[in-house]
């Protein structure tokens, strides 16, 4: 990247827990190993029943699973929080900073309009944002 990408100067973002980035159409939340570990301490489960109720193959790579309409299976479909917010995957504790949402300003510009909290609150500088996007390729 030569200099620095467009979002230089900070992005702003306060998640509201609406749920809109967990629900809708469907996808991939990508775990590890460590993720998978941390999410079955969670729900005081073992790793081999947390991964054959939660967890599907994809490739060699493993996302968990989802409810038909696409939300995500922690999406409580009554408070659309997150049960499992205190050990969410990192894929899920750095939204909206993504290499998909950062690409450029027009995706920016599509992740706030489907993200109330993308866009307002905190200020995020460079050096923050960077950090999380690097966390795991999204």
Same mark, same amino acid.
């Given at each position: ?5 467009? $979002?230089? =100067? /900070? ?10 980035? +967990? &629900? ?42 989802? $409810?038909? =309409? /696409? ?10 929080? +997150? &049960? ?55």
């Amino acid at each position: 990247m030569a200099g620095k990408p467009w $979002y230089k =100067d /900070g992005l702003r973002f306060e998640c509201t827990q609406c749920g809109a980035c +967990c &629900s809708g159409e469907p996808g991939y939340v990508w775990v590890n190993d460590d993720e998978i570990a941390a999410l079955a301490t969670h729900m005081q489960m073992t790793i081999d029943d947390f991964e054959h109720k939660f967890v599907r193959n994809v490739g060699a790579a493993k996302s968990l699973v989802e $409810y038909s =309409d /696409g939300d995500c299976i922690f999406l409580d479909p009554d408070t659309r929080g +997150c &049960s499992v917010y205190e050990a969410r995957p990192i894929q899920c504790r750095t939204w909206p900073f993504w290499d998909s949402t950062l690409e450029d300003k027009a995706a920016w510009k599509e992740t706030c309009d489907v993200c109330p909290g993308s866009g307002v609150g905190k200020l995020y500088n460079f050096k923050q944002i960077e950090a999380r996007r690097k966390e795991k390729s999204v």
